[in-house]
């Protein structure tokens, strides 16, 4: 959060002189000629962590000013006064700062006065932050933690006019945070410190009954009652599985009294974690279910410890826990005000959207954080435009929504995947500490993009729209040709050697997804070659931290059975006997080869139809007219989805017949979900809802009524247990599926859309390889055998075939459609287009 007392007026002299403007402060030169206008000063109490921030002042300031900056002990009247409020006697002018409270203790002030700079903070914590601030507000950027990716701006004058005080707006930014067995820890904490990510807070929120187990072994093997009842059984089944019978007293004094040794051990010791240990084997005793929910269960064993370790006077302790798999759902107890949940945005049971889940627990408690998951290696395997973290749109868009909803606190997965997402997580940086920066995206990446690439900013750009906003489905041929390109063209456009780095670590990142991709489509010897060189490659370019080169070494390997490796292949294996590695860096002719034959390999695959934009103001097509076609066949679904319905005035009653539960051994997730809308309702609200069908397998009927008249939105969810909606004959019920809402239905499906008169081309976007496209007569415009891979389709439409219904007959996969209404349905009395469509094509 900015308390905006100061603006950027000019910049100039290369990175140039910079100036703030601010009533309540005065100007001031801190460097000028070559020649420091004064010290870096810290009180003689000041701890060492304020010492080590000074000393890295004092560094940066010489490096971008050419002048000598010392350090020396002093008051704060005058120098560059870099410390804790408090070590500072008789600060001037007093600022009211509360390091007790967590959402003040990184608070800092930045202010100039004639004879120098205050750099104040709460806390050394935020003296870190106050230090790389003024840095950055000199020019300084670490966009990515290898040197490579820092930028030290050089300019001999330096004045600033500048009052300024900051606070962040999520107390707790754990993430993006470094693979759980990253390489660069070091290289991480870096890179957090010089983008004010280190918290002052810690919430301690990972998987701890294992933890516990651990550290009370004795007491576990004395009374194995205290294990969950699972299959009949209560037994240890491994440290990250293992549950509680949480019902039984003692066990529940047993964790109470845990907490209380860990935080009578360490005083300062501010929150422990009493989220469950990983997946299912939940107790299954009588006892516990007479507890309530998985939930229930979860939160009173939480609110217990709680209430024990605040009781001791040792200031307040908060224990941590997730809203994540089977304890994600909402709980019916109300959660101890110490307790702070992280709400998971993934692995979520029960069938609730994420803004179901925050809505429910904000009601049973007052204070709430984010699971989120920047990057998971095993779902995004490096490869662009995979993950959140590198998804522009998503990161805008949702952390501040987050934190308008009350979240304060964020934990979030990811791997070292600063090719794919390096943008995204730079940007998550600044928006963790101020959500108002979202209004401002823009000019953050054209920061990004000029001191990063400076004269080959377009073609960078170009690059990363690709990566991290271009909303646009391609194939991995395109992806690829586009990539290599927008790098050739970036170097022709500079001969500085630190752009030409940077370059080289995308060229690299490149080659790497060029290769993935080629084994992830290979089978055979062909697949033992791919993924020797896909292993190979990820090892060689570690230390560019482009992709997380360890769980690829590790994982991919593992979990293919279609592969092998060597005797002498293992991670700890040296190189000179494991014959898979090398530390060989690649030279500045093997990158340009390599650009130069992904260049001859690829091409762009340029769009030779336009796109059509179609409102979302739907009405039946029945003013079309339109004939009556064999009915299609919708398949079934998984996870979340919806579709628009049309209520006459004599009849606003959905009856459908939902089943739930069609994969069997995923019936544990929760019963199915459904919620009705209506565009009428102004408290946006569902007009109807249901959550009554279990996942068993069995049909059962559920009647859904509205106030409303007219167009409503239908959405249903399950656990992907995979459920089927069956409706009345010639209820309408149709599907929109574009590139960035597309309708994903489960196995083969037949389905019709619209093509309207004076159209020329059908044409879209392709998840699935089999099916047919065909034309109003039944003749086939397309085979979508013939893609090879995901990609764009398009078919010309034959003289008399516009103005009509034309089907996708045997479908899998998704059918995005890009010059036509997008909007599917198995019948013409089931279809709704767009209003303009249907008053232009009517009768």
């Known amino acids: 959060m900015r308390n905006r007392l100061g603006r950027i007026v000019t910049a100039a002299v290369c990175w140039a002189m910079v100036n703030y403007v601010a009533a309540a402060s005065e100007p001031v030169t801190l460097a000028s000629g070559g020649n420091a206008s004064f010290p870096v000063v810290v009180a003689p109490e000041a701890g060492q962590r304020v010492r080590v921030a000074a000393a890295e002042l004092a560094d940066y300031l010489s490096r971008i000013s050419g002048a000598e900056f010392e350090v020396q002990e002093g008051s704060a009247d005058r120098g560059l006064a870099v410390g804790v409020f408090r070590d500072f006697e008789g600060l001037e002018p007093t600022h009211d700062f509360h390091p007790q409270e967590i959402a003040r203790r990184e608070e800092y002030r930045l202010r100039t006065h004639p004879l120098g700079l205050q750099i104040i903070g709460a806390t050394e914590t935020a003296v870190e932050h106050a230090v790389w601030d003024l840095l950055h507000r000199l020019g300084y950027r670490m966009f990515f933690p290898t040197e490579t990716w820092e930028i030290i701006p050089q300019t001999e004058t330096i004045t600033l006019t500048l009052d300024v005080t900051e606070t962040p707006d999520f107390y707790n930014r754990s993430g993006p945070r470094g693979a759980g067995r990253t390489l660069y820890r070091d290289a991480w904490q870096t890179w957090h410190r010089r983008n004010r990510m280190t918290p002052a807070f810690t919430l301690r929120t990972g998987h701890a009954y294992g933890s516990i187990i651990r550290r009370n072994r004795a007491a576990f093997d004395a009374h194995p009652e205290y294990y969950a009842l699972v299959d009949g059984q209560r037994e240890f089944v491994g440290g990250n599985l293992t549950k509680f019978c949480i019902a039984n007293p003692g066990l529940r004094e047993l964790v109470v009294e845990d907490s209380l040794q860990i935080i009578q051990q360490n005083p300062e010791q501010e929150s422990i974690s009493l989220d469950p240990s990983d997946g299912g084997n939940w107790c299954e005793c009588t006892d516990c279910e007479r507890m309530g929910s998985v939930s229930d269960r979860v939160v009173l064993l939480a609110n217990e410890s709680a209430e024990a370790i605040n009781a001791l006077g040792l200031g307040p302790k908060y224990v941590g826990i997730y809203a994540y798999a089977q304890h994600s759902p909402p709980p019916r107890v109300d959660v101890h005000p110490r307790v702070i949940v992280s709400i998971a945005t993934s692995f979520i049971r029960g069938g609730y959207t994420v803004e179901e889940l925050i809505e429910g627990w904000s009601a049973r408690t007052e204070m709430i954080g984010i699971r989120e998951y920047h990057d998971v290696h095993t779902w995004s395997r490096d490869l662009p435009r995979r993950a959140r973290g590198g998804d522009v749109a998503y990161l805008r868009e949702r952390l501040p929504y987050f934190h308008q909803q009350g979240a304060r606190f964020m934990n979030s997965e990811n791997a070292d995947s600063w090719g794919a997402n390096g943008l995204g997580y730079w940007l998550s940086a600044i928006l963790l500490w101020d959500v108002g920066a979202a209004e401002e995206i823009d000019t953050y990446i054209d920061d990004f993009l000029e001191k990063s690439f400076g004269a080959a900013r377009e073609p960078m750009r170009a690059f990363y729209e690709m990566l991290n906003r271009d909303p646009t489905r391609r194939s991995n041929e395109d992806l690829l040709a586009r990539m290599y390109r927008r790098l050739a063209e970036a170097r022709e456009l500079t001969d ?21 991709l080629a084994y992830q489509d290979a089978s055979g010897a062909a697949r033992q070659a791919a993924v020797e060189d896909v292993i190979r490659f990820a090892y060689r370019i570690r230390d560019t931290m482009m992709v997380t080169s360890r769980s690829t070494y590790t994982n991919v390997p593992a979990r293919d059975r279609n592969v092998s490796v060597p005797e002498e292949y293992g991670w700890d294996v040296p190189e000179d006997r494991n014959p898979w590695k090398s530390s060989e860096p690649f030279s500045a002719d093997e990158i340009r080869t390599l650009v130069q034959a992904g260049i001859e390999n690829h091409q762009e695959t340029d769009l030779d139809f336009e796109p059509v934009e179609y409102s979302e103001e739907l009405v039946p097509a029945t003013a079309l007219q339109l004939p009556e076609v064999p009915a299609g066949d919708l398949g079934s679904f998984r996870g979340h989805h919806a579709a628009y319905t049309w209520f006459p005035e004599d009849d606003r009653e959905l009856v459908l017949q939902v089943t739930g539960g069609l994969i069997a051994h ?26 009554t069908t279990p996942p068993d397998g069995e049909e059962y009927e559920v009647v859904l009524r509205s106030p409303y008249r007219g167009l409503h939105r239908l959405e249903w969810s399950d656990g992907s247990d995979r459920t089927r909606l069956v409706w009345p004959e010639n209820q309408p019920m149709t599907l929109r599926s574009t590139p960035d809402d597309p309708a994903r239905p489960h196995g083969r499906w037949t389905l019709y859309f619209y093509v309207p008169r004076g159209t020329e081309t059908v044409a879209g976007f392709s998840t699935g390889t089999s099916g047919d496209l065909r034309d109003a007569d039944g003749a086939l415009q397309f085979d979508f055998a013939d893609l090879q891979e995901p990609g764009y389709f398009q078919a010309p439409v034959p003289a008399g075939q516009d103005g009509r219904l034309w089907r996708f007959e045997r479908s899998q996969g998704s059918r995005m459609l890009m ?19 249907v008053l232009q094509d009517a009768p």
């Open 819 to 837: 010059t036509v209404p997008p909007y599917l349905a198995r019948n013409a009395a089931e279809l709704l287009l767009p209003r303009e469509v």
């Open 496 to 516: 500085d050697p630190a752009v030409h780095a940077r370059l080289d670590d995308l060229a690299l990142y490149t080659r790497y997804v060029e290769l993935y």
């Open 666 to 691: 995923f019936r544990n997730r929760g019963n199915v979900r459904l919620s009705l809308y209506s565009p009428d309702e102004v408290t946006l609200e569902p007009v109807a809802q249901d959550d």
